[in-house]
């Protein structure tokens, strides 16, 4: 406004009519295309960092699961090999997968890790996705949301652009939020290859509701051989349950065991974190975080597992553990009057896990603890975490949005927390919540609602 002001009181337009009527009519020209550009191109400013201020309002735009245009397939994003247990892996993973959809590309079949070890890079044991994870049925699955694919897909293995990580407590979200809109632009865009280097998905910043993980999660499928050796596993502990429960009933006069030997015999999973490192692991993050709900000894676990209400007695126990770290000879001992625990040296089944390395055994372990009738884990534990963020969507789509109070199928609980009848508390998975963190990092704010 002040522009067209100076057209009509400048001397100097005045003393040349036409000189000054055609230098006002370009000037009003140049303000009212600059008015233009700012009204159809709002969120420019936004993706090179001019005060973008609304994050929010990026979010709602470009990470929304309501838009399922589709991925392009001839952009790329390269990810760092994936570290740590499982579940890290696994957040990790679909954190690189929200990433490339975030700049519309196709997420590079990353390399995971078949061992425990991270800090030694010569001992991390890279396993290619597509041996653990059915490749053509993630996509098939995720399809339009994200999409994974195979280096022979790149055409041209020189066009990279590199895009470094930021690390350290100044490098907030909104920064990497403002760095991820910068990669956007067509100066960073034009490249075929986005590589990210520096730290490893799982400790970048979390810009994702939960519903989107939970999404990536329900496209991830065990390839065959692994799931075949779930389903050994499972078996064999349904027959150890067949078995108790058919000696207990052959034992009361009248009984008829032949029923339940033909119907699906039920089983509690009890994901045990009393290994070695998980100790250190807990004791210092109950020092750090001053709460004292995170570590569990042997003797809480049995009490409060004893204290639940709803298995029906005898009951086969299976106590997912990882031997190789476990000192504590004695986890077979205690329980209460009716529930038969057993690990996998006790069914017969530590020759299937030996054979495999120690991601494929956690994966294992995972599909036999998701499918137990109950669940009982510990809410620090990732591996027990996204169990139950599982288990809650599979209740929630059979309409069940609350386990408080009522006997559901398929319970979960937390034995860390202490829940009613000094039992463990029941636990299912916020689904609402704006970001993954109390899963990745553990909470004791859980409740026996999603919501």
């Not at 979200?173 to 799982?202: C, H, W």
Request: aromatic content about 10%; some cysteine.
């Amino acid at each position: 406004m002040d522009l067209l002001f100076s057209c009509k009181s400048s001397r100097l337009f005045g003393s040349h009519p036409k000189l000054g009527s055609l230098t006002c009519k370009c000037l009003v020209l140049v303000v009212v295309a600059l008015f233009v550009r700012i009204a159809w191109l709002p969120s420019f400013f936004g993706f090179v960092g001019i005060e973008p201020k609304n994050v929010e309002f990026i979010q709602t735009r470009y990470l929304s699961t309501d838009s399922d245009s589709g991925i392009r397939k001839d952009k790329f994003l390269e990810v760092p090999q994936i570290v740590w247990g499982l579940n890290n892996q696994k957040i990790a993973f679909a954190r690189a997968c929200l990433t490339a959809r975030l700049l519309n590309r196709t997420l590079l079949m990353p390399s995971l890790s078949a061992s425990l070890f991270y800090k030694e890079v010569d001992l991390l044991q890279p396993i290619s996705f597509d041996k653990v994870f059915q490749f053509q049925r993630f996509n098939s699955l995720c399809s339009g949301f994200v999409q994974l694919g195979r280096y022979s897909d790149v055409l041209n293995r020189t066009n990279v652009f590199e895009l470094q990580k930021g690390s350290g407590r100044k490098w907030t979200a909104e920064r990497d939020m403002d760095q991820l809109m910068e990669s956007t632009e067509d100066s960073i865009d034009g490249y075929e290859v986005i590589r990210v280097v520096g730290k490893n998905p799982f400790l970048w910043h979390d810009h994702w509701p939960v519903k989107d993980y939970a999404r990536i999660f329900e496209c991830l499928v065990l390839v065959d051989e692994i799931a075949k050796e779930a389903d050994k596993v499972v078996s064999k502990i349904r027959e150890v349950g067949r078995d108790i429960r058919s000696n207990a009933e052959s034992s009361q006069n009248g009984a008829d065991s032949k029923d339940s030997s033909a119907q699906q015999i039920p089983y509690v999973a009890v994901h045990m974190r009393i290994e070695i490192d998980w100790m250190i692991h807990c004791k210092k993050l109950e020092q750090r975080s001053n709460i004292s709900q995170i570590c569990s000894s042997k003797e809480e676990i049995v009490e409060r597992v004893g204290n639940i209400v709803g298995p029906k007695t005898p009951t086969v126990l299976y106590l997912a553990v990882a031997d190789s770290l476990l000192k504590d000879s004695s986890i077979l001992s205690g329980w209460k009057e009716g529930l038969h625990p057993v690990e996998k040296k006790k069914l017969g089944v530590d020759g299937i896990y030996g054979m495999y390395p120690y991601l494929i055994q956690s994966a294992i372990d995972y599909e036999v603890c998701l499918r137990a009738d109950v669940f009982l884990g510990n809410s620090f534990s990732t591996f027990s975490n996204l169990i139950v963020l599982e288990r809650t969507q599979r209740m929630m789509r059979m309409g069940v949005n609350s386990s408080c109070g009522v006997d559901i199928r398929w319970p979960s609980y937390a034995y860390n927390i202490l829940g009613e009848s000094n039992g463990a508390r029941r636990w299912m998975t916020n689904m609402s919540d704006s970001s993954l963190r109390a899963i990745s990092y553990g909470s004791n704010a859980i409740s026996c609602s999603e919501s």
